[in-house]
């Protein structure tokens, strides 16, 4: 089963700042947060990944908490492209390299 | 650099008849995964290689699935004979020797039984 948390859809508007939340509250120590995100008719995307600290790359921000029992995806200027279901995973990267998906969030950005 | 390349995109048989997907995955990547995405849910796991050995294989039918990776490149998976509820998308993904091992997908093919 997924360990993560994810509301089932969201809309944003084009041009405003996307917040994917996604809790985790039984994460481990040696357990990092990656996103992905699948658009239709489309292979699953990888975008960001992390353990303890914020990471920020190309395409979007990743905020963890303290407490690492939840966090936040920031897709900083939505546009329609963004348009998908985003995936939040939480995994022990020392581990074999199963991923669990849950059902994700439907983000819809809208003009 | 060419992402993961699977083929064919689409495939439509009768019940009952046999059916070959094929995935090249990321030049350099020794880790190859089979994902099966149902309509409306997540990519679950069915196989995993590292190299040519197949590492974990627990969620594959194997009464009639089978999968093959003959020289750690190219794999192949196989269903005889389909059934009905095998209608899907089946994903393949590759993945570098590393800690975070991140996972790369292909577009999928997706299978409809009839």
């Known amino acids: 089963d997924a360990k993560t948390t994810q509301p089932t859809s969201m809309d944003c508007a084009e041009g405003r700042a996307a917040n994917l939340p996604c809790n985790h509250s039984?994460?481990?120590?040696?357990?990092?947060v990656y996103w992905y995100r699948q658009i239709h008719s489309q292979g699953p995307q990888y975008i960001i990944h992390?353990?303890?600290n914020n990471e920020t790359n190309e395409m979007a921000s990743l905020i963890i908490t303290e407490d690492r029992k939840s966090s936040t995806l920031i897709l900083p200027h939505a546009t329609l492209r963004d348009t998908a279901v985003y995936y939040c995973?939480?995994?022990?990267?020392?581990?074999?390299?199963?991923?669990?998906f849950g059902q994700g969030t439907e983000l819809s950005v809208k003009p | 650099e060419a992402g993961v390349v699977q083929s064919p995109r689409y495939k439509i048989i009768e019940k009952k008849q046999p059916v070959a997907f094929w995935c090249n995955p990321i030049s350099g990547h020794n880790t190859l995964y089979w994902y099966l995405q149902n309509l409306g849910q997540g990519p679950e796991l069915l196989i995993r290689?590292?190299?040519?050995?197949?590492?974990?294989d627990s969620q594959l039918p194997k009464d009639r699935f089978s999968a093959e990776r003959l020289k750690g490149v190219d794999s192949t998976l196989k269903i005889q004979p389909a059934e009905l509820g095998d209608s899907a998308v089946y994903l393949c993904a590759s993945s570098a020797t590393g800690s975070t091992n991140i996972q790369y997908f292909g577009a999928g093919t997706r299978l409809s039984v009839l």
């Open positions: 992390g353990l303890k």
């Open positions: 995973i939480v995994r022990d990267a020392n581990q074999g390299g199963k991923l669990i």
């Open positions: 039984t994460i481990s120590g040696n357990e990092y």
């Open positions: 290689y590292e190299n040519e050995e197949a590492v974990d």
